[in-house]
């Protein structure tokens, strides 16, 4: 199947009568360019988001002619994190799901659904993404923030623009760390501390020095060089690539990174399962505006 044969209900999910869709996909020479499409938002991610994003990856592995993926955001900002307070959340809302990482959550309760709802779209997706055998490149500007890093730590490369900036500020609400705990195998377990302790941002900069980043560039040449770096990588063989792909990963996973993140998933789902008894929700009575809020402080 190439590019233009996707299943156009799947490759539009998110898509309103008269709106954008919340991902786009184009091609550009020998790569697929995914973009994040909520700008007005920061690119928030909403499961709309989620599922568009998961058909455009299908749509990228499925076109012969497409030999590298780049995922970046629209607007201002790369990803601003997990949407917990726009007008487009749809945490409730079940789509059409075709991977079927986990049963649905909308008519389950208590930590049925918030785990279920969880394994499905953001660490199931995030792990399915990460193993595409095609190689990735998260494009990065602007705020990059909690959920905005699984989405550019599952891309095998990173490149950021000089004013992109990282931070995971969910232990604000209790949390350790977002779902897709990959924090001690991309920036090293002393920094992870500091990072997840603090809930504070870093630099493109720090995140280049730490090995999490592979290139920082001026905002201006930021599609440049992650197009110039796709097409470079576009002309080594598919199934060489792959297979480097797969052994760099198992590699990861078997420095405990996939049994670490399950794990982690259980802590994260006490805290959650822990706010749910002690305070207003599972997260803590807390929304984009609060978290920001705090932040600030």
């Known amino acids: 199947m190439n590019a233009d044969q996707a299943d156009p209900d799947r490759a539009d999910n998110g898509r309103a009568d008269g709106e954008e869709p919340v991902v786009r996909y184009e091609v550009r020479g020998a790569a697929a360019l995914i973009t994040l499409n909520r700008p007005r938002y920061r690119n928030a991610q909403n499961s709309a988001m989620t599922y568009a994003l998961d058909a455009a990856f299908e749509r990228a592995v499925n076109d012969d002619d497409v030999r590298v ?95 992109a900036f990282f931070a995971d500020p969910v232990v604000r609400m209790g949390i350790p760390g977002v779902e897709y705990f990959a924090h001690p195998w991309v920036l090293g377990p ?75 998933f259980g802590l994260h789902h006490v805290a959650h399962a822990h706010n749910a008894e002690t305070s207003a929700d599972s997260l803590a009575g807390m929304d984009a505006r609060s978290m920001k809020s705090a932040a600030e402080q």
């Open 69 to 163: 993926i780049v995922l970046a955001g629209a607007g201002d900002h790369f990803c601003a994190g997990h949407d917990i307070g726009t007008p487009g959340r749809d945490a409730g809302v079940s789509f059409q799901r075709k991977a079927v990482l986990w049963w649905d959550h909308v008519d389950k309760a208590g930590a049925d659904a918030r785990y279920a709802r969880e394994m499905e779209v953001y660490l199931g997706m995030c792990r399915r993404w990460r193993e595409i055998p095609k190689p990735s490149i998260a494009m990065v500007h602007g705020a990059c923030i909690a959920g905005g890093l699984m989405l550019a730590w599952v891309c095998d490369l990173i490149v950021a623009s000089d004013d």
């Open 190 to 264: 002393r920094f992870a501390k500091e990072a997840l302790f603090t809930g504070g941002r870093f630099s493109a900069q720090r995140a280049y020095e730490l090995g999490m980043v592979n290139r920082v560039v001026p905002r201006a040449e930021l599609a440049q060089t992650a197009f110039a770096l796709a097409d470079q990588i576009a002309k080594m063989p598919p199934f060489g690539l792959s297979l480097v792909k797969r052994a760099v990963n198992q590699c990861e996973d078997l420095m405990g990174m996939r049994p670490g993140m399950d794990s982690v």
